[in-house]
């Protein structure tokens, strides 16, 4: 199996803010969203992106993976955002705004002139499309297969409950049926799903609700703006021992009934199955990115030989 890459917490980081861009080797989050877009005024556009192309050059030994959240394509400064920070090499672009698949497949193309101009492999640069509307939402599924650069959708719900003309509550039912849609999209797809930011930096009672509701509805990792909430997520998302200790139990017991000659086996009472069998995996590859086990689970594990 292809090594998991943890994407549980995805930090913003305003692009025109120096300090913040210093300290981001420190955070111990996954992945930094360098934003040019909600967070820069618009008189600061021009100076925020020459910035982060700076930051960007200097930062040679990267810890995390780095996003560069552009301007929307529909406006007048994603290009310049593109051509400013591409040669800097970040390692794709958080894309605002993605409603349909067409938008999706304008970057691609795009990041596909410049890697050419650059000298760069042809999907070098990754995306990471934001559903933030309405239109969104409802194109997710397709949005999802648009190109082979995706990682992942990213849902974006303080946009989307303002185009929906509804407020955004901590309990979160509004948000249900269209987190749904990024999911079934990206698991559709194969690529991860990524939750939206939770704003109260303070509540971080609440915090842990939202983060443990949205792994159980099965997203994978969740937007931050702020690092003191990066414990919480990661502790979330985690493995927990107990599911460890189950999945580890589970592929030796279809191990043997493999050498039994079966596909089935009961264990402490239940039933093992291949589905039983692929969660037990996944949690175990979960557990080998947390650095929690060392065994490595391989496509024979999980279907058994041809």
């Known amino acids: 199996m292809a090594e998991l890459k943890l994407r549980r917490s995805l930090l913003y980081v305003p692009g025109n803010m120096p300090s913040m861009l210093q300290n981001i080797p420190l955070f111990n989050c996954d992945a930094i969203q360098i934003d040019l877009e909600d967070a820069v005024p618009y008189s600061e556009k021009d100076a925020a992106r020459i910035l982060v192309r700076r930051f960007l050059e200097g930062y ?22 593109l051509k400013t920070v591409l040669p800097a090499l970040p390692d794709g672009i958080r894309l605002p705004k993605a409603d349909s698949p067409e938008v999706v497949e304008r970057l691609d193309t ?38 082979p650069r995706l990682i992942g959708l ?47 930096v303070n509540d971080m009672e609440a915090l842990r609700k939202e983060t ?38 589970v592929m030796d017991a279809i191990k043997r009934a493999r050498e039994m000659g079966t596909g089935v086996i ?11 069998v692929v969660r037990a995996a996944r949690v175990l590859n979960t557990a080998r990115a947390h650095g929690m086990v060392d065994v490595v689970i391989n496509e024979e594990d999980i279907y058994g030989a041809e």
């Open 266 to 276: 009961s264990l402490k009472g239940k039933m093992i199955d291949r589905p039983v």
């Open 212 to 249: 443990e509701l949205i792994k159980r509805l099965g997203f994978t990792g969740k937007c931050m703006v702020n690092p003191r909430q990066i414990d919480i997520i990661h502790d979330v998302f985690a493995p927990k021992q107990a599911e460890v200790d189950y999945a580890l139990e």
């Open 60 to 81: 040679k030994d990267r810890n995390k993976e780095i996003l560069v959240r552009i301007n929307g394509l529909d406006t007048k400064w994603a290009l310049d955002d």
């Open 110 to 147: 795009l990041l596909t002139e410049y890697e050419e101009e650059l000298g760069l492999p042809i999907g070098h640069f990754r995306i990471l499309p934001s559903i933030e509307t309405a239109e969104g939402v409802i194109n997710a599924v397709q949005t999802a297969r648009s190109s």
């Open 154 to 200: 990213a849902f974006g719900a303080e946009d989307y409950t303002a185009t929906m003309e509804i407020e955004r509550t901590k309990s979160g039912e509004e948000l249900f049926n269209a987190r749904m849609n990024v999911l079934w999209g990206a698991k559709a797809a194969g690529i991860q799903a990524i939750d939206s930011i939770f704003a109260d």
